[in-house]
């Protein structure tokens, strides 16, 4: 079986801006592109049927709602290099519940919503000079009308979207 993670994607002008601060980062220090996502629910597996059905149950149980990206922050992570924080309120919270109950999830950590902007490892001063161009917040919003359902068995350049649910 294949690992999965179910996304929150942006559209329109907030996709297209944070596409391309993610393009100029990954030519910039060598690093995978990949689309701009806040991650619901990562690395689970099943089959892929049953995935769907999964997804489209979670879909059909959410009202769209807005995501709000803030600070932008740093860690010693690969897939938290460098990300902008987004807030964590009533829906958003519902919507990880929601994916958790009908996913599962063998990690214990807490929920951090976040939106990567650059993948890799980095040195602290590097990153503290990325954060000082493009400012320490976006603050951006963007409304949520669909789940994306990813195979993020590979590497990033090779991730391939499965299927879109649009929530009702």
């Known amino acids: 079986m294949e690992k999965h993670s179910l996304w929150l994607m942006p559209a329109g ?10 393009g100029q980062l990954s030519s910039r ?8 996502h806040l991650t619901l629910l990562g690395s689970f597996t099943g089959r892929r049927r049953e995935l ?15 995501i709000r990206l803030e600070q932008i922050e740093s860690r010693d992570e690969y897939f938290r290099c460098l990300f902008v924080r987004a807030m964590l309120d009533g829906p958003l919270r519902q919507a990880h ?11 214990r950590k807490a929920f951090m ?3 990567s902007l650059l993948y890799g490892f980095l040195p602290p001063s590097v990153k ?5 161009e493009i400012g320490p917040r976006l603050d951006l919003r963007f409304k ?8 993020t068995q590979d ?10 649910f649009g929530l009702r």
Do not use: K, M
């Open 128 to 132: 503290e000079q990325i954060i000082a």
């Open 155 to 164: 590497d990033p350049p090779r991730w391939r979207e499965v299927e879109c």
């Open 113 to 115: 919503p976040h939106l």
């Open 29 to 36: 220090y060598g690093a995978p592109e990949f689309p701009p």
């Open 52 to 66: 769907t059905e999964r997804c489209g149950c979670i879909a059909a149980s959410l009202r769209p709602f807005v």
């Open 97 to 107: 519940r929601a994916a958790f109950r009908a996913l599962g999830d063998n990690r």
């Open 13 to 22: 002008e907030v996709f297209e801006r944070i596409t391309e601060i993610i």
């Open 144 to 151: 949520v009308r669909s789940l994306h359902l990813y195979r």
